[in-house]
């Protein structure tokens, strides 16, 4: 079955700094990988989304690249700020049928001053 | 303007209950959906409906019922509630069914079975 794995443990890091943050998956490439924010006691919020023919996707400091080779997708945040510490959720979806949402496990991003 | 609404925010209650959660979305989108997010935080789909039509339906035990009045209300029952169950029920809704959507998520609603 499809695997999709995130860093377990949180990622610190200083307030100017660029976070990155992975997704891994086994399997089969899937046909889009979306990018979410999960703020404690919320539902997931929607960043951006990349297709498998795409390798690049920015909007604003964030920036999600996709190497299907790699079965890897990166989330970098650049000029990290406090109020970017959240949980962040990668989630893939393939072109087989009605949409379904396969979540990972999520990274907590810790920004300090 | 609330996007995806979910009522109750919390559920306590008593193991072998029966309790229902509601759903509303005012985007006007086609497809609704139930995820469980459980104490590790792991977010999994459970149900989805797109325009009243069952479409998805994950290995959940059947003591979980989904019902969609409308397309813009999804409701969550379940039956003899269990310990395990205990846990954070998101709502969310996509324009359409197509798996190049994003999905919109309601705030959650926290179970916790006693």
């Known amino acids: 079955s499809q695997k999709i794995e995130q860093n377990s443990e949180a990622l610190n890091i200083q307030e100017g700094k660029t976070a990155t943050l992975t997704c891994n998956y086994t399997n089969y490439s899937p046909a889009y990988l979306q990018w979410y924010r999960q703020d404690p006691g919320r539902g997931p919020v929607f960043l951006l989304l990349?297709?498998?023919?795409?390798k690049e996707k920015r909007k604003e400091r964030l920036k999600v690249t996709f190497d299907t080779t790699l079965k890897q997708s990166l989330f970098h945040i650049t000029a990290s700020q406090p109020a970017d510490s959240a949980t962040y959720l990668c989630?893939?979806?393939?072109?087989?049928?009605?949409?379904?949402?396969?979540f990972g496990t999520g990274t907590r991003l810790l920004v300090s001053p | 303007d609330t996007a995806v609404s979910q009522t109750p925010k919390y559920l306590v209650t008593q193991m072998g209950n029966d309790k229902s959660i509601k759903c509303e979305q005012n985007?006007?989108?086609?497809?609704m959906y139930w995820y469980k997010q459980d104490s590790k935080k792991f977010l999994k789909i459970m149900f989805s409906?797109?325009?009243?039509?069952?479409?998805i339906n994950e290995t959940v035990p059947n003591r979980f019922s989904p019902k969609s009045p409308d397309k813009a209300h999804l409701n969550l029952h379940i039956n003899s509630l269990e310990l395990g169950d205990s846990a954070v029920y998101f709502c969310?809704?996509?324009?359409?069914?197509?798996?190049?959507?994003?999905?919109?998520f309601g705030p959650g609603t926290r179970l916790l079975v006693l």
């Open positions: 990349i297709r498998e023919n795409e």
């Open positions: 409906y797109n325009n009243k039509e069952l479409i």
């Open positions: 989630a893939l979806s393939w072109n087989t049928g009605f949409q379904k949402l396969v």
């Open positions: 985007l006007g989108h086609d497809t």
């Open positions: 969310a809704s996509s324009p359409t069914s197509g798996s190049w959507e994003t999905q919109y």
